[in-house]
């Protein structure tokens, strides 16, 4: 079965904090999302990699890094984290060349910042 | 800019309702419209639309597009309490690799 595993269910940081949150496939995907979502906003795309090493910016990436060293794993870097980047993360994937039909998510990550 | 509008934004019913969950849309270069669940944890993938006037249905949901007004419909019948989810609607936007999503519409089911 095809599985994106996020490192934490729930975290609390602090502000001015550095922060990792590290999601993992293990289907082989080339693409790689991280979408936070927020109460009455939606899902939002932060970043998003095609490729090892390869990053492209979504709608509101400032505030973020991202970093691919490896094809099966995507990481979300918030150099120092503030409160208003309390919300939910999710990280999901797609092969290549799929059109984004069947995005495959995490159980998603909820960061609560101090 | 490219558009999803989801109404209503939260919908209580009873067990047994039929519901129908709108979704609106304006793209550059539509290619297809998505309808997600997502329940505690991760959405899960519905359906996936790209022509006018065919339904796709699994089991009592069901979703039809009309390109011509910009429009999605998910209709769920006879709900149970596991259908209470918040439901996404999604399209592709110009650049290949992004979806825009709209808000959800979080549906409650009561007994």
């Known amino acids: 079965d095809v599985k994106v595993t996020q490192s934490s269910r729930y975290l609390v940081k602090r502000t001015g904090e550095k922060v990792f949150l590290e999601c993992v496939q293990d289907m082989d995907h080339e693409n790689m999302f991280w979408y936070r979502q927020d109460p009455g906003l939606g899902l939002r795309l932060i970043y998003f990699s095609y490729d090892v090493k390869m990053k492209e910016k979504g709608d509101i990436p400032e505030g973020y890094s991202v970093s691919r060293e490896k094809k099966e794993r995507f990481s979300l870097i918030l150099e120092s984290a503030s409160t208003n980047q309390t919300s939910m993360y999710l990280c999901a994937s797609t092969p290549w060349r799929a059109t984004n039909e069947k995005l495959f998510f995490g159980s998603g990550t909820q960061l609560s910042v101090l | 800019e490219d558009k999803v509008v989801q109404s209503p934004l939260s919908l209580v019913v009873h067990e047994g309702d039929t519901v129908t969950l709108n979704c609106s849309y304006e793209v550059t270069n539509f290619r297809s419209l998505l309808w997600y669940k997502q329940e505690k944890k991760a959405p899960t993938f519905l359906f996936m639309l790209?022509?006018?006037?065919i339904e796709k249905k699994s089991g009592r949901l069901s979703s039809i597009l009309d390109k011509k007004e910009l429009f999605s419909i998910l209709n769920i019948t006879a709900t149970q309490t596991g259908d209470s989810a918040i439901y996404l609607c999604?399209?592709?936007?110009?650049?290949?690799?992004?979806?825009?999503f709209g808000k959800g519409t979080k549906l409650s089911v009561i007994p």
């Open positions: 790209t022509s006018s006037g």
């Open positions: 999604a399209a592709p936007g110009a650049g290949s690799y992004q979806l825009t």
